[in-house]
C-alpha cells in the first residue's frame, strides 16, 4: 500500500492530553524524530473519558502522584487541538485512548497510530488481574479501515501506572520503527485484525489489587537488597543441540556456595568441549568470566579466564580465522569489547572496542554470507530495562572500525523476545538466533529459539519456533541462556 514517497522526509503531528506532556515516552517520541522523520506540531486535547473509565483513570492518576516526577518533554506550548486546523501530514501519532474519527484520519496520508497502552483500561484489566505481562498493540486508521500495524508484549509493573508508563515507553520504540519503515519503503504493510479488547475492571478488584500491589512492592523492595548467599542460576550439560536439547535432562554442575554461575557458552578443542561462564563471587558482588572443561558427568574447572574492573557477564565465544574471540556484556564500561585469546583458555588481549559511551547487553557477533552484523540489546526508557529491545548494527567484522546503526532500530521490541540468551547460529541453511523470555514473575523465566527470516540493510524479521519455560524442566522456575558444541548442550537453571 503505498502512501508516501521513500525521498521525501515523513511530516509526523502528536496529538496528546496536557497531562502528557510530562510523560518520558514523549520525550523518546521527540528524540527519535529526526534525520527521515520530521516533526509537524504537537496538538493538545481535552481529557474526554467514557463515565465507565472514569474510574480507572482516576486510580492510574493517584498512582502516578507516587512516582518520580519528570520535567515537561516539550520544549514549546502546545497548540489547542481543532481537528479542522491541523493540516495534512503523513502520520497522525494520537497518545489519546479515544478510537480516531474518520475525519481525523483523513488528514495523514498514512493514517492515524494509536498505542493501546495509551487506554488506561486495556492495562488496567491484565495487570489488575494479576498477569505478569500484556501486550500492547500499535494501530492504524486509514480512511475508514483500522488494523494492528506492530504489536509487543511488555511486563507489568507494581501499579497499573507504573505499567502503562514502561508499556508507552517501550512501544514509542515500536512507533519509531514502524515510522522509519514508512520512510524506508513509503508504503504501509497489510494491517493485521483489530479486536476490541475495551475492558473495564470493577471495583470489586480494588482489594486484591490492593494486595497485589503490596506483594510486588516487597519483592521490589527486596530485590534490592542483596542477600547473602543468593543461588539464581546453575548450570546443566547433556548430550544435544540447540534444536532439540531436553533441558529435563543431562546432569547438574557443583554449584559453589560462594558464587553462583550463569550465561554458559561452550567451544570445542582438540576433542574436548570447553565451558566459559559468568561467575559471580557473593564476596565481591562483581562477575568475572571463567572456564571449564566438561566431563562425562560433571566439569572439571581450569580458573578464571577474564577478569575486569568491570562487571562481566555472557562470555560469547567464536572463532575466526583461525582465532578465538569472546565478546562478554561491559555494560559497566559503556562499551563494546572484544578479546583475543593469546594463550588457550586462561589468557586474553584486548582486541577491539566499539560504541563508546553506549550501553549495550549481551551483544553477538556474527557473520551471515559475507555480511557482519552486531545485536545487542538498548534501552531507552526511564526503568532501566535491557531486556525489552534488540538492536542490530552493520559491522566490518572483528575489528570493529566501522558500525552502523540499522535504520529500523530497535528491530525487536518484546519483553518475551528481545533479550540475548546465546548466539546466533546457522543449521540447514537457516539461520537462528536465541533469545530470552522475561514475560514470566522472574527475570530469566524462559528460552526462545528464533529463526531470522529476514536481515538485510532495510529490513528485519524472525519468528519463534521453540520456546522453553521452566515447566519443562522439574523444580525449576527458570531458564535464560543455552548453547551447544561438540555435540554438548549447557543451559543455566534458575532455582527457586
Not at 62 to 69: C, F, H, N, T, V
Not at 167 to 194: C, F, I, N, W, Y
Not at 304 to 330: D, I, K, N
Request: charged share 20%; with cysteine.
Amino acid at each position: 500500500m503505498q502512501v508516501t514517497s521513500p525521498d521525501t522526509p515523513l511530516k509526523v503531528h502528536i496529538i496528546l492530553r496536557r497531562d502528557q506532556l510530562r510523560w518520558p515516552s514523549l520525550r523518546f517520541l521527540l528524540d527519535g524524530l529526526t534525520g527521515a522523520l520530521s516533526l509537524g506540531q504537537i496538538f493538545a486535547a481535552p481529557d474526554i473519558r467514557g463515565r465507565e473509565g472514569r474510574g480507572v483513570a482516576l486510580l492510574a492518576q493517584l498512582e502516578r502522584l507516587a512516582m518520580p516526577g519528570a520535567p515537561a518533554a516539550a520544549d514549546a506550548a502546545p497548540l489547542p487541538f481543532d481537528p479542522g486546523a491541523i493540516g495534512e501530514c503523513d502520520v497522525i501519532v494520537d497518545f489519546r485512548a479515544r478510537p480516531a474519527s474518520a475525519d481525523l484520519a483523513g488528514r495523514a496520508r498514512a493514517g492515524v497510530w494509536q498505542l493501546s497502552c495509551h487506554d488506561t483500561a486495556q492495562v488496567a484489566g491484565p495487570v489488575m488481574q494479576g498477569a505478569s505481562a500484556f501486550a500492547c498493540r500499535l494501530t492504524c486508521r486509514r480512511g475508514g479501515t483500522s488494523g494492528v500495524l506492530a504489536s509487543a508484549v511488555v511486563q507489568t509493573k507494581v501499579t497499573v501506572a507504573h505499567s502503562q508508563a514502561f508499556a508507552s515507553e517501550k512501544s514509542v520504540q515500536m512507533v519509531l520503527r514502524e515510522l522509519h519503515r514508512l520512510a524506508l519503503t513509503g508504503g504501509l504493510p497489510d494491517l493485521g485484525r483489530l479486536q476490541n479488547a475495551r475492558a473495564y475492571p470493577g471495583l470489586a478488584r480494588l482489594p486484591g489489587y490492593a494486595v497485589q500491589v503490596s506483594g510486588r512492592a516487597i519483592r521490589k523492595l527486596k530485590a534490592r537488597i542483596p542477600p547473602p548467599r543468593p543461588q539464581p542460576f546453575a548450570l546443566r550439560a547433556g548430550p544435544g543441540d540447540l534444536l532439540g536439547f531436553d533441558p529435563a535432562s543431562g546432569w547438574d554442575i557443583e554449584q559453589p556456595a560462594d558464587k553462583f554461575r550463569a550465561d554458559p557458552f561452550l567451544f570445542e578443542r582438540a576433542g574436548a568441549v570447553y565451558c566459559f561462564y559468568e561467575e559471580y563471587p557473593y564476596d565481591t558482588r562483581r562477575g568475572h568470566i571463567s572456564v571449564a572443561r566438561l566431563t562425562g558427568n560433571g566439569a572439571e574447572v581450569l580458573g578464571p579466564a577474564l577478569v575486569a574492573p568491570h562487571h562481566l557477564s555472557f562470555p560469547y565465544v567464536f572463532e575466526e580465522g583461525g582465532e578465538l574471540f569472546m565478546m562478554p556484556e561491559t555494560i559497566q564500561a559503556a562499551r563494546i569489547e572484544l578479546w583475543r585469546c593469546v594463550d588457550f583458555p586462561l589468557k586474553w588481549e584486548l582486541h577491539a572496542t566499539a560504541l563508546e559511551g553506549r550501553q549495550l547487553g549481551d551483544p553477538v557477533l556474527f557473520r551471515q554470507g559475507g555480511d557482519w552484523w552486531l545485536f545487542a540489546n538498548s534501552c531507552h526508557d526511564s526503568f532501566g530495562d535491557f531486556s525489552s529491545e534488540l538492536s542490530l548494527y552493520r559491522v566490518d567484522g572483528p575489528e570493529l572500525n566501522r558500525v552502523v546503526p540499522h535504520p529500523l532500530n530497535p528491530v525487536v521490541v518484546g519483553s518475551d523476545c528481545a533479550r540475548s540468551a546465546g548466539r546466533v547460529f546457522h543449521k540447514d541453511g537457516r539461520l537462528y538466533r536465541l533469545s530470552q523470555d522475561n514475560s514470566g514473575d522472574v527475570y530469566g523465566y524462559g528460552l526462545n529459539l528464533m529463526e531470522i527470516t529476514e536481515l538485510t540493510d532495510t529490513g528485519y524479521a524472525e519468528h519463534r519456533v521453540r520456546h522453553v519455560t521452566p515447566d519443562q524442566i522439574p523444580g525449576a522456575i527458570g531458564c535464560h541462556h543455552a548453547d551447544a558444541a561438540g555435540g554438548m548442550f549447557v543451559v543455566d537453571v534458575r532455582w527457586p
